[in-house]
């Protein structure tokens, strides 16, 4: 923990005993195309993308999770400092658990392993209909399928009509069509919601 | 007059006013023949021949319920009621079976897949069916109207269909009075710091070099903290921006690229 507080007290001084407000491209070095990894460049129209995995995890040793899609194919994805974790809100890569679906992106290295550079853990996007509110619950209508949105206190936020997010959940309405983020607990019908997008 | 005739008579009511309105949807509703095609009929007779069987189905539905409703009170005419909610429970068990996700199409057109409710409606009918077979409504009018009024009801409440109707309005105006989520504290979320982030002029100057989503955040003051772990020309780099926290400002936005070696230093 306090690794983490230093390192992020020296973030913080870099950033705020500048005043730069933009990175030009001469304050980093050259630009030139070949010096930048693009993973997108490689990928064949129609083919699957090798820099991606979606599955779930099923089995995890020290920083590599095993991973096995949808097409039981298995996949090895290496987590490192530099990994983004999503699980409901930014997070370390210890959150993430055997049974956990996952989307991840990064580079596909010789050996095959993924090496990502971020991962979104048990993450939907779901279009639904708000059938009830309760004190910390939503529970939304899927295609006829329900579903139970939890309201996480500090981490859940609304958008209404584009706006920019807020916490006030307040004009969220029954019977209101909903965009939902959220994250899936995983082999049930229920979510913790991120983030809401709503008509106001 | 036997208590159980007037009883009886009021099922008649109930199960030949739920079969006219089922009848009336699938002959007359301008949806119907959409609704038809969403329901499981389409699976058990084939999306050609849907329309005229769900049609055919109204049809036998409007003739039971009328023959119900009309006197004289014939034995038969229940159980050919109950026969058609047997059917009903067979066809509804087909389709939780084999298409779980079409409509049941029964009494309306609102995209309901067969659930609980769905099977004890239609339980319910059949039970009710079996009870109109002696007697009938129309000796003793007003003594139905109580148990017609409260059988409706179970059966309104039964119906997914026609939740639109009255539950949903009912939980409108329950959060009108007093919305269960309104207490929550305010703070800026997370996510109104990363628009703003997106709309800055620091953002796009770097985001091309952008490898990872939000790595790390915290508060420090007016500013809140957001790192990315980037890839530079020069090597790995972790790119740390300083949003304004309270206010909406992206030109204030500060970047800062810290390469992943002066990262080892600490």
Known sequence: MSEILGRRRFLSSTVLGTTATVITATTIGSVA????????LDVEAGAPDPNFVEGRITGIAGGLLIVTSSDRTINQIHLTK???????????SDAAQVGDGLYARG??????????????????NLQVHITSIGRSVMHMDHHGDRIVGHVVGGTTAAVYNNTPAVSDLSLLQVGKHAQVIGAWRPDTNEVDIATVYAAA | MMAMDWLAGAQQVVVGGVLIWASGFKLVHRNASAAA?????ARLVGKDRVVGAYRAVGVVEA??????????????E???????????????????WKAPDS??????????????????RAGLLLVLSLAATTGSWLDRPFATVGVVVVEAAVIVALSPELDHRWLLPLRRWRIRRSHPLAQHTVEVPLESTVQQLWKSAAYRSVVEQLASDLLDHWDEGKWRLLTYSARTPDGPATAVFAVPRLAYEPDEVRVAMVAEKADMLV
Do not use: Q
Not at chain 1, 82 to 92: E, G, I
């Open chain 1, 107 to 124: 580079v596909r290295m010789p050996d095959g392993t993924l090496a990502a550079d971020a991962i979104w853990v048990n993450i939907v």
């Open chain 2, 37 to 41: 095609r969403r329901s499981v009929l």
């Open chain 2, 78 to 96: 229940a159980y050919a009621a109950a026969a058609l909610f047997a059917g009903m429970l067979g066809y509804l068990a087909y389709g939780k």
């Open chain 1, 82 to 92: 530099a990994t983004s974790v999503w699980k409901l809100r930014p997070t370390t």
């Open chain 2, 63 to 76: 003739v039971v319920g009328l023959l119900l409703l009309a006197p004289p009170a014939l034995a038969v």
């Open chain 2, 103 to 120: 409509s049941c199409g029964c009494l309306g057109d609102k995209h309901t897949p067969v659930r609980g409710r769905g099977f004890a």
């Open chain 1, 33 to 40: 195309p070949e010096a930048v990894a693009d993973p997108k």
